[in-house]
């Protein structure tokens, strides 16, 4: 494992500041990441919803070093977390953070935007991701503080990126490349992928669940998610690191994401050509196959009715 030329070189003292460091994360609900390749570590959350207990982390996180650089990926659910993460990170390598690339808009994927910013890193998101970070920023900010109980304005709104894309883009962390993908309108619009190359590796974000059920919603896009999934079948021998769940490859994927879309789709399709009323559609729906995935009798009503409610809208070219 690769540590920090700078903070533990010493031994001895500095050996305990960095193991206070690793400290004071897990005292913010972040444990230590997983060193899964060369060059890739990443956080594996638990499905919890966020509460105060949690510190908001139920998500995956991943940070990957380079020669020169480190690139992260997502930047978490606040200032706190964003902290933790990079007491973590300097406890593995003093290079700088460069790059944090925000794979979605979700609030946990953007609302430490600011403390990697403060720290020099350059913030990455899909152009179409920027409207919803900038205009619903303010109320990412306003749940984060009601959720965790801290005090009125002690979060920030994420700001806009300091650049975006919107087509593939490498980035050299120095010696080694990593590529950054556009691929559409996923769990929400402006989502990216991010493929390591040289270590086999896809951190593909929210595009993919594992061993929970995926959230449908008003944002979220449900052929143009299949369609997202549908890209990462050309990193066929990838490890995918998923926004929820273990990393594996992409077949564990298929069942808890892309076929459940697919039930979703062509269930609701024949229900609104039909003229099923919504209520007899959410009925009729045999969702029973991803029962056993953690969140289900919290979204599966949910995510019916949104199902409906997008392919309806289809329906009448609306």
Known sequence: MLRSINSCRWGGLLLAICVAHSITAAELSLPPPQQLSAHVWAWIGPYDAPSKANGGYRMNLAFVVGEERIAVFDSGYGPAMAKAMLAHIRAISDRPVAYVINTNSQPHRIMGNPTFKAQGATIIAAADAVERMVQEGADFAATIERVLELPVGSVPAPGKP?????????????????????????????????????????????????????????????????????????????????????????????????????????????????????????????????????????????????????????????
């Open 162 to 318: 300091d650049r975006t894309i919107q087509e593939l883009t490498p980035l050299d962390l120095g010696g080694l490349e990593i590529q950054v993908q556009p691929v559409g309108r996923a769990h929400t619009d402006g989502s990216l992928v991010v493929h390591v190359p040289s270590d086999k590796i896809v951190y593909a974000g929210d595009v993919l669940y594992g061993g929970r059920l995926l959230a449908l919603l008003p944002v979220s896009g449900l052929e143009t998610w299949m369609k997202a999934f549908d890209a990462l079948r050309a990193f066929d021998d990838a490890t995918m690191i998923p926004g929820h769940g273990q990393p594996a490859p992409l077949a564990a994927f298929e069942h808890p994401t892309y076929r459940y879309l697919a039930a979703l789709k062509t269930h609701m399709d024949a229900a609104a050509d039909a003229g099923d009323f919504m209520q007899d559609a959410i009925n009729s729906l045999d969702d029973s196959a991803w029962s056993e995935l953690v969140n289900y009798e919290d979204l599966a009503g949910r995510n019916a009715h949104e199902a409906y409610r997008k392919q309806e809208a289809a329906a009448f070219g609306m």
